[in-house]
Nanobody
Framework: QVQLVESGGGLVQPGGSLRLSCAAS????????VGWFRQAPGKEREGLAY????????FYADSVKGRFILSRDSVKDTVTLQLNSLKPEDTAVYYC????????????????WGQGTQVTVSA
């Protein structure tokens, strides 16, 4: 059974940073396409970034390009999303998702999801 677990969320002041991590059991993340998403109250789930397994290429949504950084740790088998220069509008539940075959910013293409971690940006 595949399980994804996000960690690292919390309360941070505007301009601050957080480091989110995605770990898995029942599967090796290194061989999957892994994406990060977020969902704010009353809004649709939004794709932020994803990494391809074949060539380790990383893609970012325009909304976070230059502020968020995705990386993979092959030793720990985790995928991390570094959130920088956080704004109140970044407040949301952040999810990681994985797929053996699909990739992109569309939530529906990923088969496996974590439960999410809350990020709150507030003074």
């Amino acid at each position: 059974q595949v399980q994804l677990v996000e960690s690292g969320g919390g309360l941070v002041q505007p301009g601050g940073s957080l480091r989110l991590s995605c770990a898995a059991s029942g599967v090796t993340l290194r061989y999957l396409r892994v994406g990060w998403f977020r969902q704010a109250p009353g809004k649709e789930r939004e794709g932020l970034a994803y990494i391809r397994d074949s060539d380790e290429k990383i893609f970012y949504a325009d909304s976070v390009k230059g502020r968020f950084i995705l990386s993979r740790d092959s030793v720990k088998d985790t995928v991390t999303l570094q959130l920088n220069s956080l704004k109140p509008e970044d407040t949301a539940v952040y999810y990681c998702a994985a797929s053996p075959w699909n990739e992109g910013f569309t939530p529906g293409v990923y088969e496996h999801w974590g439960q999410g971690t809350q990020v709150t940006v507030s003074a």
